[in-house]
């Protein structure tokens, strides 16, 4: 089994499963080499034997002090516990992820995920935060793609569990596909506040989809400036994709669009925008609010981003169903920025 | 498009409203508006059940128009998920009075919720009970959020 306690004893959930039997089912996963991990950590052995675990063999796992991070070949993952690191070693880490974004995750204490993560997009290069106590799934998933992997499908997160699926073409979609969700809650007799987080992460990711994402082949936005309460003046081509999955124990949302259009140079603003658990400002006149991407960052667990400029973005909303909103409130926010290259 | 937010005026004089359902960037304040202009206004705010991002900006636009009324608008009964945007967002509730708001509880013997009513009555402590017996079954229902900073847009008031 996976070291470390997993945080839902009482339900069984794909969540406890060991990694070692979740990823053999994935073509997909596919490292090219061993890979090499940095571990910053004043107790290292609080959590060595889990990211030894989560990764696969021959992973190469060693424990470093924070003045030998710059000095670390590029591939090498970090990996920043941050619970108790001094001030001046996290700022050490926090330099690392703005010269290796992709390669630095930071493990972040639930009770102080929202400060922390505030303070670490504010230095500029925050890709990857898992408030710990992490599951021991998205430790595993999440490691294997900082270290190289390639992009999984969104059933990883929940093997052997069926997702409903629906295209993403107009407006018209969008109550057919939180119909979906409102069906998933009812089925596993969810808690009415937890199907709220589930609609309205299902709701601003499709709008997204919709009317940010499309682009024309120039690059240019083709709806982004269009009202939400107009509808699209023709179909999304080609269509974006919706997923839902629930198990009872989680439920995963994912929204697929065929553009890639988030641009990379605005992302450090747009993710210190989002992680900020306060004082939002909506963004006046025609278009979105300027709120969707903070209200489904808030409304879940974890948000997956995987963009692949130009070409495709896939967003993932985590929700732990166990023990009700409060639950919920005090698991603090994970997330991870994935950016592949581009055509 | 079909408007996922209802509300019914409760009195001739139209001045109270309950508001239901979803808001959304198709909510139509203007009746309300008009009424807000008109007379003081109370809004109850219990079965709004979510709103979305563009929503957020139709209620403070919403909040930004009923502001110029010579007339005070009272928001009672906020549900949880707008009290969720007034520690989030700026100028949430505008210049209205909030009076109370919804608690919400959840029972993790039966699995089923309720809500209490928390007046927020100038002066007096707001204490928000942890525990209250689940009318449902009759074990210890939770208070379904984080106690210390549930009521935190107050502090900001």
Redesign the interface.
Known sequence: MVAGAPPFRRLRSPWQTAPSTVHKGWPHVSETRAPSVALVSTEPDRCIRRVREALPPPADVRVAPVDQLASLPPRTAVVVDARDLPRPSLLVAAKRAVDHPDRTLFLVPAAQSESLTEELASAGGLRHVLAEPVRPLDLHLTLRRVCGAEPFPVQAYLPATPFAEHALAGVHDRPGALQQVERAAEDH?L???LT?LA??VA??LI?NALYNAPVSPGGDPLYRHL???E?LPDPVRPPGRFEVGCDGATLVIAVRDAFGSLLAHRIPDDLRRMVQ????????GAG?????L??AY?SVEHLHIDLVPGRSTQVIGIIGLT????RF??AGHSFNLFIGEGP | ?TSRLQHRFVDDARSQAILSGII???ADFSQLVTAAQQAALTLRLGEI??I???G??EW?LFMRAVATSPHPVTLVEVA??LV?QL?????FGGSATIASVVL?Y?C?SC?K?HAQVLPLTPGEPRNIAENRPCPHCGEQA?????PASYL?FLDGA
């Open positions: 007799g808690p009415g506040r709220e609609l309205t709701e601003e709008t009202s939400r309460a509808p658990p306060r004082g939002h400002r909506v963004v006046d979105g609010a300027g709120l969707g903070v209200m808030h023990g009700g909103f409060r409130a005090r | 498009m959304s960037e198709d059940e979510r979305s991002s563009t957020v900006r403070i949880p998920t969720r520690n989030m967002i700026d100028g919400p959840y993790d699995g919720e939770e208070f379904d959020d984080l935190a």
